[in-house]
């Protein structure tokens, strides 16, 4: 019997388990919320029957605009930081040349032993 052959039960097992699972799970979501797959209603009122509105509050726009204020000033510092740091200079004598020198040196030596 090939590999194969023993897999197949297994994977085909596995695959009605999980397509069962998911199922279950999808008739327990529905019992707990009702409403998530139907219309939403608007709460009423119990006196009047009219539906009710809440209020719509606005955003803090001096609260907002300060934690701008303070990202942008951060990332000018961060941004100043990331400037300021000097490149590390290679060492005199390594340019291009010189490095393919010892490479190529290093390579007959690995391979001549």
Known sequence: MSTAEMLRPWVLGIAVAVGLTGCASLDARDGVVGASRGRLE??????TG????????MP?????????????????RRDALRESQPE????PGLDYDTA???????????LGR
């Open 42 to 47: 608007p709460a009423l009122d119990p006196e």
């Open 60 to 76: 803090d726009m001096n609260e907002d605009t300060m934690r701008a204020i303070k990202e942008l000033g951060a990332r000018r």
């Open 100 to 110: 393919q020198g010892i490479q190529s040196q290093n390579l007959e030596k690995a």
């Open 50 to 57: 009219r539906p009710i509105l809440l209020p719509i509050l």
């Open 88 to 91: 590390r200079p290679s060492p």
